[in-house]
C-alpha cells in the first residue's frame, strides 16, 4: 500500500492505494463530492516511445463503444458507472509535469479481489459476476476489443452490485501488442474455476462447467450454462444482492472518504480531448494523414510542455488562470467539432424488435430427447440489449437471457436446448417472449411419445 499526494485535475486523492502492472490507484473524491479513482501510471512505462497515444486510443475506443455502441446505448452519454457498456468510464487522462495520470467517472472500489480476499462473494453473486463479465467481453470482442487483462482486480463491484471493468486494453497499449479476445476467454475461464473453489456444491461443479465450456464454446456458451442451470446455486437464482449490500458496508467505511489536504498541482495539460477529437475527423481508419492540431501537439510533447516549477504564490495563481482559460477556449472549439460531427452523422436509431417467431420439430420426438426450439427476432437495425424469457411447460422456472444488437443486423437467432426424458406421451409448449425494448411472444408445440 502506498501514499497518494493531495489532488489531481480537481480531484481529490486519499490514503487508500492500490499498486498494479500499470502503476498506481488511489481513490478519489471529485469536484461535486462523487467517489472516484486516479491511476498513476508508472514513469518508467508511460515515458517509453508510443505508450501515451496508445493508452489514450484505448481510452477513446472505450468512450466511442459506450456511445455509440452495445447494451443499453442509444447515442447519448455513457453512464458514468458504465451501464452501458460493462466498463467504468474515464473521465479524462491528463499530464502534470513528468506524471500521467487516468481518472475515472465512477468508484473503483472496492476490486472482486478484495471481496473474494474477505470471503464476501456468495454463489449467487458469483455467477452474476461471471454472467455480466461475459456479456461485457462479448460486446468488446463483437466491436474488435479485448480487455487484455482481466482478473479479480480488474472487476469493481458497483453500489449495485453489478461487475464493470477498469484496465480496459491499457496493459495491451503499454506492451504495444494486439488485442486478443482469446486470451480473454481463458482469464475468464481461470476466474469462474476461482470463484468456484470457494464455493460448496453443487454450485462449484456449475461454475467449473461453465469455465470448461468457454474454452471450449466460447462465452455465449458459457453464459447459457449459468443462465440455464441456476437450480445448481443456493435458492435457484443468480442475484447481486449480497455484493451490493458488502458495497455498501464498506462505503460507510474510511475507505476512500479521507482526502489528503490539497496543494498546488502545477500545470495540468489534457490528453484525452486531442486524439478523440482527431477521431472523429477524416482518415479514422482509412490510413489518411491527420493534421497536428496544437492540442496533439500538446499531447505528443506532454511531459515536456507540462513541466511544473516551483513558483511563488502570485505565480501560480497566474498559471492556472491562463490554464482556465486555454481549457475553455478548447472545450469550445471541441464542442463545435462535436456538434457537427453529429450533424453529419445523424441520430442514432432507437433499438426495436418488430418481429418474433418460435418453431419446434414437427415429427413427434422420442425418449430422452434433446429438442431444439429455434427462436429468431428482426429488428430495426438499432443498437443495444434485447432481454427475453423462455418458457417451458413442463417446468415453472424461466430461462431469462439477453441479446445484444449491433446497426449492421437485423436478424438474430435465439436457440433453445430442451432435454425431455422419462415414459410418457405429452405437448409441449415453448414460449419465447421478449420483455425489453418492448414486450412480444410466440410460443411452438411438439409432441414427446416414449
Given amino acids: 500500500m502506498s501514499k497518494a499526494n493531495g489532488s489531481i485535475a480537481g480531484y481529490r486523492l486519499t ?5 498494479t502492472e500499470l502503476g498506481t490507484w488511489a481513490d478519489a473524491i ?41 447494451p443499453g446505448a442509444q447515442g447519448g452519454p455513457p453512464s458514468p458507472q458504465g451501464g452501458s457498456s460493462g466498463l467504468v468510464q474515464v473521465a479524462d487522462v491528463v499530464a502534470a509535469g513528468a506524471d500521467v495520470w487516468l481518472l475515472t467517472a465512477a468508484a473503483i472500489s472496492p476490486s472482486l479481489g478484495d471481496l473474494m480476499a474477505a470471503r464476501a462473494v456468495d ?13 461485457t467481453l462479448q460486446a468488446l470482442h463483437a466491436s474488435g476489443l479485448a ?45 469462474a474455476r476461482s470463484l468456484g473453489a470457494s464455493c460448496p456444491e453443487p454450485s462449484a461443479r456449475l461454475l467449473d462447467r461453465a469455465a470448461a465450456t468457454a474454452t471450449l464454446h466460447g462465452l455465449a456458451a458459457a453464459g447459457d450454462v449459468l443462465l440455464g442451470q441456476r437450480e445448481a446455486l443456493p435458492g435457484g437464482q443468480i442475484t447481486r444482492d449480497r455484493l451490493a449490500q458488502e458495497v455498501r458496508n464498506r462505503t460507510t467505511l474510511e475507505i476512500g472518504l479521507n482526502p489528503i489536504p490539497e496543494r498546488d498541482e502545477g500545470e495540468i495539460v489534457t490528453l484525452l480531448h486531442a486524439p478523440a477529437f482527431e477521431h472523429f475527423g477524416p482518415g479514422v481508419g482509412t490510413g489518411e494523414p491527420q493534421v497536428e492540431t496544437t492540442a496533439a501537439r500538446m499531447w505528443r510533447q506532454g511531459a515536456q510542455e507540462a513541466a511544473p516549477a516551483r513558483r511563488s504564490g502570485r505565480a501560480a495563481r497566474a498559471r492556472r488562470r491562463r490554464t482556465v482559460l486555454a481549457a475553455a477556449v478548447f472545450a469550445v472549439v471541441v464542442a463545435g467539432g462535436l456538434l457537427a460531427w453529429f450533424r453529419l452523422s445523424g441520430p ?70 430442451w432435454k425431455v426424458s422419462g415414459r410418457s406421451t405429452a405437448k409441449l409448449t415453448a414460449t419465447l417472449t421478449v420483455t425489453s425494448p418492448q414486450r412480444l411472444q410466440d410460443k411452438a408445440t411438439f409432441t414427446y411419445k416414449c
Fill in 15 to 19: 490514503d487508500h492505494t492500490r499498486i
Fill in 30 to 70: 471529485t469536484p461535486d463530492g462523487r467517489r472516484a479513482g486516479a491511476l498513476r501510471f508508472d514513469p518508467g512505462l508511460v515515458g517509453l516511445p508510443g505508450v501515451r497515444e496508445r493508452v489514450v486510443a484505448a481510452v477513446v475506443a472505450d468512450r466511442r463503444l459506450a456511445q455509440g455502441g452495445p
Fill in 123 to 135: 454463489p449467487p453473486g458469483a455467477a452474476a459476476v461471471l454472467v455480466e463479465t461475459a456479456q
Fill in 147 to 191: 480487455h487484455g487483462s482481466l482478473h479479480p482486480g480488474t472487476i469493481v463491484i458497483a453500489e449495485n452490485g453489478a461487475a464493470l471493468l477498469i484496465e480496459r486494453g491499457l496493459l495491451d497499449a503499454v506492451r504495444d501488442q494486439e488485442a486478443s479476445p482469446e486470451r480473454d476467454v481463458s482469464a475468464w475461464a481461470t476466474l
Fill in 348 to 417: 442514432s436509431t432507437p433499438l426495436a424488435v418488430t418481429a418474433i417467431e418460435v418453431s419446434a420439430p414437427k415429427k413427434a420426438q422420442g425418449c430422452d430427447a434433446d429438442v431444439l426450439i429455434t427462436g429468431k427476432i428482426s429488428t430495426n437495425g438499432g443498437a443495444g440489449e434485447i432481454r427475453y424469457e423462455w418458457a417451458q411447460s413442463d417446468r415453472k422456472e424461466k430461462i431469462l437471457q439477453t441479446q445484444r444488437t449491433t446497426s449492421d443486423k437485423t436478424s438474430y437467432s435465439l436457440p433453445l436446448k
